[in-house]
């Protein structure tokens, strides 16, 4: 499809694209989209920035706005007919909030049981009937166990940024959820990378499942451009200090491959003037997500970041991504640089490199759409 318009969308969901000035699908958008209206269930496989939540989000609200109109509607408390699984609380809030841009004309309601929260705000949450949730696994799972919340009426299941979902618990997880939806419910699993775990996760649960790369999978997009520095007698430091010193349109994400390298990096750009906040993990959950608010809103243009940040954000202004660090692993390496370059948009990437980095760099030019 050329356009959204010539999709087969809810006249409501239409006018909410045209508000937004959404008008051209991207090529995940454009070969799965007609798949999924037709209650298929499908494993797709796309570059980060893609629009994959868009993706699925569109047939979800068709589908159960269609199930309503036909005299169905949900009346009884905490019985969602759709459940989106995602890895990280920062994800669910931007899954959630793509979803509630088109709730005010189809009118269906969204809520969220998130890690990160109290279990007092999950229940919360749940309270009243609704059609579609989001949830991390170990917290949906948590209330499952409790009887708080039943997956009985569930038609559509999706694993979103299931390569982000790696602890070995996952799988079991995985599995309770999928047995507590309906038998014949629409299974979806989006993941920008197949790392063994979700392989695992599309031969334990997605037999038979068409599976659509996009021509971008594992690969960097088109609109990034990428620089190698070489840093000199181990002076990382000063070759970051020369870069920063040319100013950029948005913001900087720069990372390290440790908490202890994150926290000293940033100690060392305060002392130099720089404004700059962390990101990472085993830190205050309430400071970590102010500094990423304070990120998103352009109230500080520089944040140092471990990998935990390479997976899920979506921040539209970061224009620039710096490795300081270069990761050992080009999945990681791919995560890292696709939070910039989003939706066509462009960015660049900045690679600091030593001797030690010349097994990844050597393998940089093969991923060039």
Do not use: W
Request: aromatic share 4%; glycine share 8%; net charge positive.
């Amino acid at each position: 499809m050329s356009s959204f318009s010539n999709f087969d969308l809810l006249s409501t969901l239409q006018e909410t694209l045209q508000e937004k000035k959404i008008s051209l699908p991207t090529e995940i958008q454009n070969r799965v989209l007609p798949i999924l209206l037709k209650g298929q269930s499908i494993v797709g496989v796309s570059e980060t920035g893609s629009g994959k939540t868009l993706t699925y989000a569109l047939p979800i609200l068709q589908i159960l706005k269609k199930i309503e109109t036909d005299g169905q509607p949900v009346t009884v408390d905490s019985h969602p007919r759709a459940a989106v699984i995602v890895p990280t609380r920062e994800l669910g809030e931007q899954v959630s909030k793509v979803f509630k841009e088109f709730t005010h004309t189809t009118r269906l309601r969204v809520r969220t049981v998130l890690g990160g929260t109290t279990l007092e705000v999950a229940k919360r949450n749940i309270k009243g009937p609704l059609e579609i949730l989001v949830a991390t696994p170990g917290r949906l799972v948590q209330l499952m166990d409790r009887g708080l919340i039943s997956l009985n009426d569930v038609q559509i299941l999706v694993f979103d940024e299931a390569d982000q979902m790696l602890d070995k618990g996952f799988i079991s997880d995985a599995n309770k959820i999928v047995s507590a939806c309906k038998e014949n419910r629409q299974l979806i699993l989006f993941s920008a990378t197949v790392s063994p775990n979700v392989q695992t996760l599309i031969n334990k649960l997605f037999v038979g499942v068409e599976i659509i790369r996009s021509k971008g999978s594992s690969k960097v997009v088109p609109t990034l451009s990428t620089v190698n520095k070489t840093v000199l007698e181990g002076d990382r430091f000063s070759l970051l200090e020369k870069i920063l010193a040319k100013q950029v349109t948005g913001g900087t994400l720069i990372f390290t491959n440790t908490r202890n390298q994150c926290d000293a990096l940033a100690n060392l750009l305060i002392k130099k003037g720089h404004k700059c906040l962390i990101y990472r993990g085993e830190m205050d959950k309430v400071k970590r997500r102010a500094n990423l608010k304070a990120f998103r809103n352009g109230e500080i243009e520089l944040l140092i970041s471990t990998d935990l940040g390479s997976r899920g954000l979506d921040v539209d202004h970061v224009s620039r991504v710096i490795n300081y660090h270069l990761p050992k692993e080009m999945e990681n390496y791919l995560h890292r640089v696709g939070r910039t370059a989003r939706a066509g948009r462009k960015g660049q990437v900045i690679n600091l490199v030593t001797d030690r980095d010349g097994s990844l760099v050597a393998k940089l030019g093969s991923i060039k759409s």
